[in-house]
């Protein structure tokens, strides 16, 4: 049975679980631990637990490693429900709101009812999800419910709005305005008991996973207890040439702490543009991970990209792993195999418009070479 943690907030650029338990049959047992170094939003961390395998992950995405590390260490719904009636509490002692400012923005005014950012405003004061299991579980589930499709949910907190990402302030405003759409009143304390009572319906996996926000390069340094213990690796780097995290999910980024505007420009990646410094990225990251490999394991990519075919991925992919990997043989364990991108973000709003575009997933036998 699907647990209903994988849907604790959309995200974009997901592996099905589907995906991850069969290369966890394939190339794990019970017992073995398990990694990804671009956790996303935790899929492989949280199935693996699931499967009775130890895991870990990284991620540099604020919102990654909140949602991530909810679904691999959840708490109680006791302990969930206690944290939100104090919050609830305090919210409506009212010491706390004469000191809560929205953004001096048209988007703010026009995204949310009145009452409602006020809620959001104090839940974003008094959240410590970096520190506190409990509130970083209720920061995840407010993540999945901050924006969306407020017509047809009674769960999203905004105007009208993609569940996946979040809309630029001045488009949202002029189509808000366009088509005469007003912010829903909606009680946030509420759907948050709601939404967690769901999330936490089932028991939960009897293993506890890691997630820390760090750069994959600095793996190795940020899980020195699983040194030399990885027997599998399942993850998708970002993509080259296809999207930006921290613009595509700049609300929430906000809800976490991070400024009220997108940030492009400055906080471009051009890692992830250029094919070159691309390759060299994932080099690095494959080094960083490679203290914690056992001296028999596997790795599982799935990757894409708007402008390389699958036979350049496989080539450079097998050359990236190669060179970081230098004290490992390195054995391709099939072609690879391909499936196309579906449910793109573009196609969201543009059905149609873009020429189809697939991923493809490889799989490596790693054997450490005896010196």
């Given amino acids: 049975m699907r647990s209903p943690l994988h849907a604790l907030c959309p995200y974009f650029a997901t592996f099905p679980g589907e995906f991850v338990a069969k290369q966890l049959l394939a190339y794990s047992r019970p017992g073995d631990t398990v990694f990804d170094p671009f956790c996303g939003c935790g899929t492989t961390v949280l199935e693996s637990i699931l499967y009775r395998r130890p895991a870990a992950g990284t991620d540099t995405n604020p919102v990654a490693a909140c949602v991530a590390g909810a679904k691999a260490a959840p708490p109680s719904l006791r302990s969930v429900v206690g944290r939100l009636d104090q919050l609830h509490q305090l919210f409506e002692n009212g010491n706390e709101t004469p000191n809560l400012v929205a953004p001096a923005d048209d988007f703010f005014a026009a995204c949310f009812h009145e009452s409602t950012l006020l809620q959001i405003l104090f839940l974003r004061e008094q959240l410590q999800w970096r520190t506190s299991r409990v509130d970083r579980f209720i920061a995840a589930v407010a993540l999945g419910c901050l924006h969306g499709e407020s017509h047809k949910s009674p769960n ?33 304390f509420m759907i948050l008991r709601r939404l967690c009572g769901f999330r936490l319906s089932q028991p939960g996996a009897a293993l506890r996973g890691t997630v820390r926000m760090t750069d994959a390069r600095r793996a190795a340094s940020a899980f020195p207890s699983l040194r030399g213990s990885v027997k599998l690796i399942v993850t998708s780097p970002p993509y080259l040439d296809t999207t930006h995290y921290r613009e595509d999910q700049w609300l929430r980024l906000w809800f976490l702490g991070g400024p009220a505007r997108p940030t492009r420009g400055s906080a471009r990646d051009d890692r992830h543009t250029n094919n070159e410094k691309y390759w060299r990225f994932l080099t690095e990251s494959w080094s960083g991970c490679a203290p914690l490999l056992a001296s028999k394991a596997v790795l599982v990519v799935r990757i894409g990209g708007a402008r390389l075919r699958k036979e350049q991925l496989l080539t450079c992919l097998t050359a990236s792993v190669e060179s970081a990997l230098a004290g490992f043989s390195v054995l391709p364990l099939h072609a690879g195999t391909t499936t196309e991108i579906r449910n793109r973000q573009t196609n969201a709003f543009r059905p149609g418009a873009n020429a189809r575009r697939y991923e493809h997933d490889f799989a490596f036998q790693l054997s450490r070479r005896r010196s």
Avoid: F, H, Q
Wanted: proline share 12%; net charge positive; charged share 30%.
């Fill in 156 to 188: 999203c907190l905004s105007n009208r709005m993609p569940r996946t990402i979040s809309t630029k302030p001045e488009y949202s405003v002029r189509w808000w305005a366009g088509k005469k759409c007003l912010p829903p009143e909606r009680d946030a």
